[in-house]
């Protein structure tokens, strides 16, 4: 357990930050999972699985979960092995 501050402001601040990096960790572990069934060469629906690490790696940058250089280099890591 954490201690709460005092000031009623400072106390949601906390209460938010809390909410806000468990949805993070969520939405960062299902970017993974993604990105690993893309890179999987055993997969038989491949181009589809990299569409949708695309999509979800373009999703993350414009909900402020990752950063755009990020982005940038996973997908380009991504379309290299699709090659």
């Known amino acids: ?30 970017l993974k999972t993604a990105i690993k069934k893309a890179m999987d060469e055993n997969n038989s629906n491949r181009n589809e699985s990299i569409n949708i690490a695309l999509r979800l790696l373009d999703k993350s940058v414009s909900k402020g979960i990752l950063h755009k250089n990020t982005a940038a280099r996973k997908k380009s890591v991504l379309i290299a092995a699709s090659k």
């Not at 909410?19 to 572990?29: G, L, V």
């Open 1 to 30: 357990m954490f201690i709460l501050p005092n000031i009623k402001s400072a106390k949601k601040r906390v209460l938010i930050a809390e909410k806000k990096s468990i949805r993070n960790k969520i939405y960062i572990s299902s």
